[in-house]
T-cell receptor, first 112, second 113 residues
């Protein structure tokens, strides 16, 4: 079955530290992959997307993600987090069926 | 350019009542998606409409229904409300030429008492 897994429910990072959020997918081919961010009580905002080509994609707010076919992963990274990055992060995949399948999300807490 | 707009922002109903949620997609987008985000359950796909037709449906009972109007706006109806229907309902639109990127509204918070 096609699925997206985010193994970490909650991550706490110090402000200024680096960040990596994990995402794995299960699919027989390469899906279209996305990372979204959701601030409390808000909708989802697209951070970045991967369709094909360069496996390192740059997004908004200083985020990047790397697609690794061998590991079926699409991890999100940021070199230095800011307090405003505290939010819930969702990885999603389009497996060719015209809808996005979302992971369960990772809640990011930033400590001073 | 206006984004996806949803109304109402908040809605409080009692068990057994009906709720209607509305969504206007980004101008030029013909596909509308509905997702349910209940506490602790992530985003669950509800419905997909394109060009006025229901194209796909998630694993939800028939009391969840909707429609898409000629101007591509959409409404989601939930009949015979149950307590577990309390959730944030998110609407998203997609450009038909796009490879799957969705643009989300702010959501409608439904509380069932």
């Amino acid at each position: 079955a096609q699925s997206v897994t985010q193994p970490d429910i909650h991550i706490t990072v110090s402000e200024g530290a680096s960040l990596e959020l994990r995402c794995n997918y299960s699919y027989g081919a390469t899906p279209y992959l996305f990372w979204y961010v959701q601030s409390p009580g808000q909708g989802l905002q697209l951070l970045l997307k991967y369709f094909s080509g360069d496996t390192l994609v740059q997004g908004i707010k200083g985020f990047e993600a790397e697609f690794k076919r061998s590991q079926s992963s699409f991890n999100l990274r940021k070199p230095s987090v800011h307090w405003s990055d505290a939010a819930e992060y969702f990885c999603a995949g389009n497996f060719g069926n015209e809808k996005l399948t979302f992971g369960t999300g990772t809640r990011l807490t930033i400590i001073p | 350019e206006a984004g996806v707009t949803q109304s109402p922002t908040h809605l409080i109903k009692t068990r057994g009542q009906q709720a209607t949620l509305r969504c206007s997609p980004i101008s030029g987008h013909t596909s509308v998606y509905w997702y349910q985000q209940a506490l602790g359950l992530g985003l669950q796909f509800l419905l997909w409409y394109d060009e006025g037709e229901e194209r796909n449906r998630g694993n939800f009972p028939p009391r969840f229904s909707g429609r898409q109007f000629p101007n591509y706006s959409s409404e989601l109806n939930v009949n015979a409300l149950e307590l577990e229907d309390s959730a944030l309902y998110l609407c998203a639109s997609r450009n038909p030429g796009n490879t799957g990127e969705l643009f989300f509204g702010e959501g409608s918070r439904l509380t069932v008492l």
